[in-house]
């Protein structure tokens, strides 16, 4: 599959579209832009897509109901794609008029947003929140005969139900365009949350960062009852799993029921030159420093690995330190317990013994025990029998997550010292830094273990495996 290239004629093409000149003089303004995304976004919202843009939503109002983007970072496919969309379909209840409707009894709209992190996906909603105020000040310049704004001075948020409307949903209120009940569009972090769920219509954000069984198992299911769209836009990832299935840069398939695009940085070269340069000295001063994969794979489409682990490997190998024996009984000084729980997917449940800190800030990580996946039934039994019996156990520090509440509270009953570990995605990448930062001075060391080299070897940039079969459990 080759980069749809963006033509100046293309460019001209989509400025006549969007011209108000060529706006169709029999159907009152707002019937104009209720049936049509990017006039919307041109007259309501002040917001003139860009070429790439334009030739998504086209096929989106030629019906196509399954829409695969593959594209560059900076080239506006959350705020001037995404968010401009969704907020059309809410304000305008497009998720009945497009569904099945004898299916949507209540008449209404529920769109789902989903994207790598939860915090992205609520950002998702500010962004729609954005416009939405922009489009109100934007739409004031049509005036009525006396000079007045001929739609108020509020015609967009006049529309949404602001207090229903919270950090993850925004809200329209009853009763707008046909809908029985409120229509509402609604951001999911990447988990289970997504099941139970009915969409009528479904976008996932960073598709290639979302893991394949949230999308496969939980969201589509999720829109194919009343569903009208899905559209799943990414920057490429790994030669692997749903969204490069879907997109299929080496053109494998015989036959496609859907849509799928790629657009590199270039697409915009001839919408915005003055910006288009600016990535371009960016892009330039990434290859100069040897992010050649990760230039090509941010801003070029090409379904490559990083080439660049987070963890300098070579101190990695020399924190494993040959004078230190992994143990099953020490007791010559304090030691920390570290468990963290794999919970319900391919993750194993890893219990870690280490020293505390000597007065030179070293701890030695002398003990290791890695459960089967989803066989970590004995955990409690484990340390309640064959750790704090063999080690000096000052603390056990717990990843808090939903995997290990109940165990959390189990351990408390028992009277042990429990220390609830906030490991969340939010503070994730500032608890790595410090840790390399540990590592890099041989802070943290360890007796020789090739598994937990080998986890580290295979820890990418994104804090994340780089093999779909790799695993980071003993390094958390």
């Known amino acids: 599959m080759e980069p749809t290239e963006i033509?100046?004629?293309?460019?001209?093409?989509?400025?006549?579209?969007?011209?108000?000149?060529?706006?169709?003089k029999n159907k009152p303004f707002l019937d104009v832009v209720?049936?049509?995304?990017?006039?919307?976004?041109?007259?309501?919202?002040?917001?003139?897509?860009?070429?790439?843009q334009y030739l998504v939503l086209k096929e989106y109002m030629a019906g196509k109901k399954r829409i695969g983007v593959c594209?560059?970072?900076?080239?506006?496919?959350?705020?001037?794609?995404?968010?401009?969309?969704?907020?059309?379909?809410?304000?305008?209840?497009?998720?009945?008029?497009?569904?099945?409707?004898?299916?949507?009894?209540?008449?209404?709209?529920?769109?789902?947003?989903?994207?790598?992190?939860?915090?992205?996906?609520?950002?998702?909603?500010?962004?729609?929140?954005?416009?939405?105020?922009?489009?109100?000040?934007?739409?004031?310049?049509?005036?009525?005969?006396?000079?007045?704004?001929?739609?108020?001075e509020k015609w967009i948020t006049s529309q949404l139900d602001l207090r229903k409307s919270t950090m993850n949903q925004l809200v329209v209120k009853k009763g707008k365009y046909s809908a029985i009940t409120s229509s509402i569009t609604k951001s999911f972090a990447p988990t289970g949350k997504v099941r139970g769920s009915t969409f009528t219509g479904l976008f996932v954000d960073e598709c290639a960062y979302v893991d394949d069984y949230i999308i496969e198992d939980a969201a589509?299911?999720?829109?194919?009852?009343?569903?009208?769209?899905?559209?799943?836009?990414?920057t490429p990832n790994r030669p692997e799993g749903f969204f490069y299935e879907l997109i299929d840069p080496d053109d494998k398939k015989d036959d496609y029921d859907y849509v799928r695009y790629m657009f590199t940085i270039d697409a915009i070269q001839h919408d915005d030159p003055e910006y288009?340069?600016?990535?371009?000295?960016?892009?330039?001063?990434?290859?100069?420093?040897?992010?050649?994969?990760?230039?090509?794979?941010?801003?070029?489409?090409?379904?490559v690995s990083s080439d660049e682990t987070y963890f300098p490997i070579d101190k990695v190998r020399e924190t494993m330190d040959n004078?230190?024996?992994?143990?099953?009984?020490?007791?010559?000084?304090?030691?920390?317990?570290?468990?963290?729980?794999?919970?319900?997917?391919?993750?194993?449940?890893?219990?870690?013994?280490?020293?505390?800190?000597?007065?030179?800030?070293?701890?030695?990580?002398?003990?290791?025990?890695?459960?089967?996946?989803?066989q970590d039934g004995d955990v409690i039994a484990d340390i309640k029998y064959n750790i704090l019996p063999n080690f000096q156990v000052k603390d056990i520090v717990v990843d808090s997550c939903a995997a290990s509440q109940i165990a959390i509270q189990n351990m408390k009953r028992l009277g042990w010292s429990v220390i609830e570990f906030e490991f969340t995605?939010?503070?994730?990448?500032?608890?790595?830094?410090?840790?390399?930062?540990?590592?890099?001075?041989?802070?943290?060391?360890?007796?020789?273990?090739?598994?937990?080299?080998?986890?580290?070897?295979?820890?990418?940039?994104?804090?994340?495996?780089?093999?779909k079969t790799g695993t980071d459990d003993m390094i958390d």
């Open 7 to 24: 033509t100046p004629e293309m460019v001209a093409e989509k400025k006549a579209y969007c011209s108000f000149k060529n706006f169709p």
């Open 34 to 52: 209720k049936d049509d995304p990017i006039l919307f976004m041109t007259h309501c919202l002040g917001r003139e897509p860009w070429t790439w």
């Open 71 to 152: 594209c560059s970072r900076q080239v506006g496919k959350t705020k001037y794609l995404t968010a401009c969309l969704n907020l059309w379909r809410l304000l305008f209840n497009r998720g009945w008029y497009e569904s099945e409707s004898y299916r949507n009894s209540k008449q209404f709209t529920f769109d789902g947003i989903i994207s790598m992190t939860e915090d992205q996906s609520m950002i998702l909603i500010d962004e729609m929140k954005e416009v939405a105020f922009g489009g109100d000040t934007y739409m004031q310049r049509y005036k009525d005969a006396k000079g007045k704004p001929l739609f108020g």
């Open 220 to 234: 589509i299911p999720a829109v194919q009852a009343i569903g009208s769209y899905e559209l799943y836009v990414s």
């Open 276 to 303: 288009y340069a600016k990535v371009k000295k960016r892009i330039d001063e990434m290859v100069q420093d040897g992010k050649v994969n990760k230039v090509n794979r941010e801003y070029y489409c090409s379904f």
């Open 323 to 374: 004078t230190i024996e992994k143990r099953s009984h020490w007791r010559d000084g304090p030691v920390v317990v570290g468990v963290d729980f794999g919970g319900k997917g391919k993750s194993h449940t890893v219990i870690t013994v280490s020293t505390t800190p000597d007065r030179y800030g070293v701890s030695r990580r002398i003990a290791c025990w890695r459960y089967p996946v989803k």
């Open 425 to 467: 995605r939010k503070s994730k990448p500032d608890y790595f830094d410090r840790f390399r930062s540990r590592i890099s001075r041989k802070l943290s060391v360890s007796y020789p273990d090739a598994a937990l080299l080998e986890e580290f070897n295979g820890f990418g940039d994104d804090l994340k495996p780089m093999k």
